[in-house]
């Protein structure tokens, strides 16, 4: 670590430092950066950009009496190190003591937990509307990337913004990018502002009301540092648009190698590490946004990136048959398999529409309106911000549009991004058509039933990683068999005939109900029935009156939460009857980087709990009996 930033505690240090040395600071956090990224992982392409910046706002602005306020706040990692949280950065050890993104938890310099996009303006608004009427003094600030403000409350806050007045400042960071490109009418007015030196009356801000400054060296700190005190204090809301590079310091002398890298250990001693994957270039290319860290050189692709991919090789094979075939992805393609090269040859049976989702859905449900076949895909946490529009636009309607939920289930994440309340969300709405494939070969069954003959709203829970595990181990449990009843995947199959006990495991906790059924069986040499019950909108009522006419327990397995669920439901229909339940599942909380096999423990989703929970229950009734 340099010699400047060793002595950067809080930004109040940065005020007693000259250009030359803040300059020198952007080229020591730049430098760690790099390092951390490449050695822990991380949005590495975002932060590289917004250096300058956020050391500027620091010196400038009085934070935390002022408010900086970030858009997903992926970006914020140069925040972190000067508000007193650089140890995580330089500390292998110590890497895992903060959230990818701000968090109050953390520090006072955070005002909000944010992973997700468009909030930073209704946000800042809110602020500055209580200030407001209290007669405060702070300067509100939201930073928002170009990115960023495709998402429809962006849009709903710029426009607030001029309305309500007062102190206001947003800062859009420009970078030409968002997760991947940039796709929207939006671009071309920046596109034509930055042409311009911000003087095109292309303005999309002025037209909404807003004062306007533009920084073309948006990481020249000397010109931010400048544009930043013209607005300091300012009376009304005002857009200062910097225009910055994403990644910036990779560059072309990045590629392949670049000697050894040296990081501090927790010990002392200095790790060097001479094996990294290369780094990708500057500038506005996809690959930058994410770094993989040491952990993920030598991985297989995930469960997204295999499934995804698998998906769109089936839908691609049916471009030249079927011209109203089309797959829209809300701006995170390439975690969900759906690669550049794909994108490319797809043409218009592709569309990026943006960081925005709630349009993704509606969209999509008119183009089922008018005959087309459209197919959304993105994670199960951004799914939630277009809630209404698949209850009402695509439910309602009931529109002929496919959703494929990726990255679903127990896993250690951010809090903002659990995939755990999917199917709770899904199963409550009307109409909706939800299936849980255990295999590959099922996934892309029901993904050509749901494209073709079934015409209406399905969701389809993307397998995750349990399941492609035992298919990677040539285990499969369950192969595809939709011709279980009356329409497709409407009846539970059982896989395996037992006695006494039901294991009812959905989806991705195949695997794991597979497990439990050898334990019991070696355990207590008990042979449980194992069912796939393939879907979780609705109940196969004439299945589970068959278990309990000779089962006197039936246990429920789901990869999501337990509190609204499957499961539950499973258990309430059964009520007061003869037949005793156990419901295992996710607890209804926020977890914050919680190791996935720790939450397993907590939720009792082991086979070894569950083997007890069983023998208990089973006693229990015995001595009741």
């Not at 930033?5 to 790099?34: G, H, M, Y």
């Not at 009301?209 to 300012?234: C, S």
């Not at 979780?536 to 246990?555: F, K, N, P």
Request: hydrophobic share 40%.
């Amino acid at each position: 670590m340099g010699k400047l930033l060793d002595s950067i505690d809080s930004p109040q240090d940065l005020k007693v430092l000259s250009l030359e040395e803040l300059n020198q600071l952007a080229d020591e956090i730049r430098q760690l950066l790099i390092r951390f990224c490449r050695r822990h992982g991380g949005h590495l392409g975002s932060n590289l950009a917004t250096i300058e910046p956020i050391i500027a706002l620091h010196y400038v602005f009085d934070m935390p009496h002022d408010h900086l306020i970030f858009d997903v706040s992926h970006q914020a990692y140069t925040h972190k190190i000067l508000t007193g949280r650089r140890r995580a950065y330089t500390d292998p050890g110590s890497q895992e003591d903060l959230s990818g993104f701000t968090s109050p938890k953390e520090s006072p310099y955070d005002d909000f937990m944010l992973g997700h996009t468009g909030t930073s303006i209704g946000l800042a608004c809110g602020m500055a509307a209580q200030r407001n009427a209290t007669g405060g003094k702070d300067n509100i600030i939201a930073f928002i990337g170009d990115g960023s403000l495709s998402s429809g409350s962006a849009f709903e806050g710029l426009d607030w913004a001029a309305e309500q007045g007062g102190n206001l400042i947003i800062v859009v960071n420009d970078n030409e990018m968002s997760i991947a490109e940039n796709h929207g009418g939006l671009y071309r007015s920046l596109a034509a502002l930055r042409a311009s030196g911000g003087r095109s009356s292309d303005n999309p801000f002025r037209a909404l009301g807003l004062d306007y400054r533009y920084v073309e060296k948006g990481n020249r700190i000397e010109d931010l540092i400048e544009a930043f005190r013209q607005v300091k204090d300012t009376d009304h809301p005002v857009v200062v648009h910097i225009h910055t590079r994403k990644g910036l310091g990779l560059g072309q002398g990045s590629q392949g190698q670049i000697g050894p890298i040296s990081m501090a250990q927790g010990d002392g001693q200095t790790a060097h590490m001479t094996s990294l994957p290369d780094l990708p270039a500057e500038g506005p290319v996809e690959a930058n946004h994410w770094q993989d860290g040491l952990d993920s050189v030598d991985r297989l692709p995930n469960s997204r990136k295999t499934y995804g991919r698998m998906a769109m090789q089936a839908l691609e094979a049916r471009f030249p048959q079927e011209p109203g075939l089309v797959v829209i992805s809300p701006a995170t393609p390439l975690s969900n398999g759906i690669d550049p090269d794909f994108r490319r040859r797809a043409g218009n049976h592709y569309r990026d529409v943006g960081i925005a989702e709630s349009h993704a859905i509606a969209y999509a449900a008119g183009i089922a309106k008018a005959g087309g076949t459209p197919v959304v895909a993105t994670s199960a946490t951004f799914f939630q911000r277009a809630y209404d529009q698949i209850e009402q636009e695509m439910a309602l309607n009931g529109s002929a549009v496919t959703l494929l939920v990726f990255s679903t289930g127990v896993a250690k994440t951010d809090a903002t991004h659990s995939g755990t309340a999917d199917m709770v969300m899904m199963r409550g709405i009307p109409g909706l058509v939800c299936l849980a494939p255990t295999s590959g070969a099922e996934f892309l069954d029901m993904l050509a039933w749901a494209t073709g003959p079934a015409r209406r709203p399905i969701v389809i829970r993307v397998p995750g990683e349990r399941t492609l595990a035992t298919e990677r181990a040539g285990k499969p449990i369950a192969t595809s068999d939709p011709t279980t009843g009356g329409e497709p995947w409407d009846r539970y199959r059982i896989l395996q005939q037992g006695r006494t006990v039901a294991l009812l495991a959905l989806g991705d906790a195949l695997p794991l109900g597979r497990d439990l059924a050898d334990s019991l069986e070696a355990s207590m040499e008990l042979k449980p029935t194992l069912v796939d019950p393939h879907r979780y909108d609705r109940l196969d009522e004439q299945t589970l009156e068959a278990l309990a006419s000779t089962h006197s327990l039936v246990v429920t397995i789901e990869d999501g939460q337990l509190d609204g669920g499957w499961g539950q439901a499973v258990a309430a229909y059964y009520g007061p009857s003869q037949i005793r339940t156990l419901a295992f599942g996710a607890a209804k909380e926020f977890n914050d980087r919680v190791p996935k096999a720790t939450l397993l423990e907590r939720y009792d989703m082991t086979v070894p709990a569950m083997t007890r929970a069983i023998s208990d229950a089973l006693a229990d009734r015995a001595s009741w009996i």
